[in-house]
């Protein structure tokens, strides 16, 4: 029987790690904040009303030539869930898009990993729509998402309030139901995974940046371990079942999520599928730090992809310079994860 770790430990241990995420953004100064601050806060000083996206009328355009954003609200039997949805312009009612789902890590909101991961622009070149799904600090005072919590059932619930959005999203806005990929970055990739377990028939693809194998920690004791690489006995996943392709991002100086995390998460996903690891390659562009990739196949077919950047901290890979969690001299994180996730739609279609 393992030992009981008292409550004073893990409390301490766990506000060890959210100080080093705080000293992390606490780096990038001010000009970060009100970077964040003003793609939420209008200059009145007032919050936006949040207000559902409304679906175009049927045989007409988007409302103008613009991308449109929006804030909504999904109310469901798990709770209330606040969103942001960025739309690509020019969309009509006849088109149907892929969607990006994308999920933050603590102490960020939707607002911040949008602007650090910079999938919005990508979207408007590439015309996919992206989800923001927001956690609520009532829920966590970090804006952590709890996928650890999954003995009381508070992680589950997390998942199914997340999946109401995306049904609410895709009801009102042009999506393509065969082409939806989940991503997250730490606590978000974490939250990804137990998504994409949950209802793997709904994704295409699921990319974890710096996250947590399903079913490694059940508690805020064991996320601390294993968020420090002192738990590597993750529960073997569902067999029987079709998951959705992997793709694992991870840095190698990362001293929140250690690097030892990136590795199990693949492997996991692995030896669900059966699939072996190909020999590993390394690749550079220009300055960017370099990465090891390995891919793990089944039959003929990528079920598993680890990046691992060599010199990444805790942050975004190629993301936008002046924001917490953002490192723009690794290699683009977004490019990489529409690239896999555009495999995954083309094999399904």
């Known amino acids: 029987m393992s030992k009981r770790i008292s409550t004073s430990l893990w409390s301490n241990s766990f506000k060890s790690a959210l100080n080093k995420m705080v000293k992390v953004a606490s780096r990038t100064g001010a000009s970060a904040v ?76 939707a607002a911040a990993l949008a602007a650090s991961s910079k999938m919005n ?42 999946d109401a959005v995306i049904d609410q999203v895709c009801l009102l806005q042009p999506v393509d139901l065969q082409r939806i990929a989940v991503a997250g970055l ?34 805020s004791a064991t996320a601390i371990m294993a968020m420090r690489g002192r738990r590597l006995d993750a529960a073997p996943l569902p067999a029987g079942i079709k998951l959705p392709a992997l793709l694992v991002i991870q840095g190698s100086k990362d001293r929140v999520v250690f690097p030892v995390n990136g590795v199990l ?20 562009r220009g300055a960017r730090y370099p990465a090891t990739i390995t891919d793990y196949r089944a039959q003929g077919r990528v079920v598993a992809s680890l990046c691992e950047v060599i010199g990444l901290e805790h942050a975004w890979s190629g993301g936008a310079a002046g924001h917490a969690y953002s490192d723009p001299k690794g290699p683009d994180a977004s490019s990489m994860i529409w690239a896999f996730a555009s495999k995954q739609f083309a094999y399904s279609s």
């Not at 978000?188 to 996250?211: D, I, K, Q, T, W």
């Not at 693949?266 to 390394?282: E, I, L, V």
């Open 34 to 109: 009100k970077k964040t601050l003003a793609a939420v806060v209008p200059k009145t000083g007032k919050r936006k009303p949040a207000r559902l996206a409304k679906a175009a009328k049927p045989g007409t355009p988007a409302k103008s030539a613009k991308s449109v954003s929006s804030t909504g609200m999904t109310v469901g039997m798990a709770g209330l869930r606040r969103y942001y949805l960025y739309r690509p312009p020019g969309v009509r009612c006849t088109e149907r898009l892929p969607l990006m789902v994308m999920l933050h890590g603590c102490l960020q909101d």
């Open 121 to 162: 622009q990508l979207a408007a070149r590439k015309r996919f729509l992206v989800l923001y799904p927001e956690q609520d600090k009532l829920s966590n005072p970090q804006a952590c998402w709890n996928w650890y919590d999954t003995r009381s059932g508070r992680a589950q619930r997390e998942a199914k309030s997340i």
């Open 186 to 219: 730490s606590a978000g990739a974490s939250m990804a995974a137990l998504l994409a377990v949950s209802h793997p028939a709904r994704f295409r693809a699921l990319a974890m940046h710096s996250g947590i194998a399903t079913g490694l920690a059940h508690s």
């Open 265 to 284: 998460v693949a492997q996991q996903w692995a030896t669900q599928a059966g699939a072996k690891a190909s020999k590993p390659r390394t690749i550079q």
